[in-house]
T-cell receptor, first 115, second 112 residues
Framework: SAVISQKPSRDICQRGTSLTIQCQVD?????MFWYRQQPGQSLTLIAT?????????ESGFVIDKFPISRPNLTFSTLTVSNMSPEDSSIYLC????????????FGEGSRLTVL | AQKITQTQPGMFVQEKEAVTLDCTYD???????LFWYKQPSSGEMIFLIY??????QNATEGRYSLNFQKARKSANLVISASQLGDSAMYFCAMRADDKIIFGKGTRLHILP
């Protein structure tokens, strides 16, 4: 298993600003992902965070809006840029651990409200 | 393209009864995995059970079992002897092409 810490756990932001969410894992992991969960909705994959290279974004998500860094195997950041109220969501960091069944372990999420 | 479908937005079940949550999937990847997660009102994502595409037997974990019917592309979750604490959102998910996608979820209400 893996223990994942996300910061901030919640924040209230003004329209047009940017916020960076941090994800710290207690062990080295190969696979790291960022998901968004809008209110009352399912989880939508934003991107795969690749260590040492650019993230791989899913359809509908772009680097300019959601820049991602992954400087090493235990840490990643997701920035939500130029926020609008539609970006109000829970953002979840998740990791896959080798040797497990391949399931994802999740952080507690960062609940973002944009006014 | 990969797709996960959960057709039951919500279910009400009497305590101690068994409940089946439906999930169908579609993928062109011959090697894939299927998962169920529980999300209580606290928001955390709790992994429940996993089934690999090449597994011959249905997965079981305590009161949870996965009814895997490969030809029908279904992976239903069965919860036996339901408890009040089972009330939560349940998501079916699939791993294919090195990423995991989620269905829309089913909200399960257990009635006392």
């Amino acid at each position: 298993s893996a223990v994942i810490s996300q910061k901030p756990s919640r924040d209230i932001c003004q329209r047009g600003t940017s916020l960076t969410i941090q994800c710290q894992v207690d062990s080295q992991v190969t696979m790291m992902f960022w998901y968004r969960q809008q209110p009352g909705q399912s989880l939508t994959l934003i991107a795969t965070a690749n260590q040492g290279s650019e993230a791989t974004y899913e359809s509908g998500f772009v680097i300019d809006k959601f820049p991602i860094s992954r400087p090493n195997l235990t840490f990643s950041t997701l920035t939500v840029s130029n926020m609008s109220p539609e970006d109000s969501s829970i953002y979840l960091c998740s990791v896959g651990v080798q040797g497990s069944a391949g399931e994802l372990f999740f952080g507690e999420g960062s609940r973002l409200t944009v006014l | 393209a990969q797709k996960i479908t959960q057709t039951q937005p919500g279910m009400f079940v009497q305590e101690k009864e068994a409940v089946t949550l439906d999930c169908t999937y579609d993928t062109s990847d011959p090697s894939y995995g299927l998962f169920w997660y529980k999300q209580p009102s606290s928001g955390e994502m709790i992994f429940l059970i996993y089934q690999g595409s090449y597994d011959q037997q249905n997965a079981t974990e305590g009161r949870y079992s996965l009814n895997f019917q490969k030809a029908r592309k279904s992976a239903n979750l069965v919860i036996s002897a339901s408890q009040l604490g089972d009330s939560a959102m349940y998501f079916c998910a699939m791993r294919a092409d090195d990423k995991i996608i989620f269905g829309k979820g089913t909200r399960l209400h257990i009635l006392p």
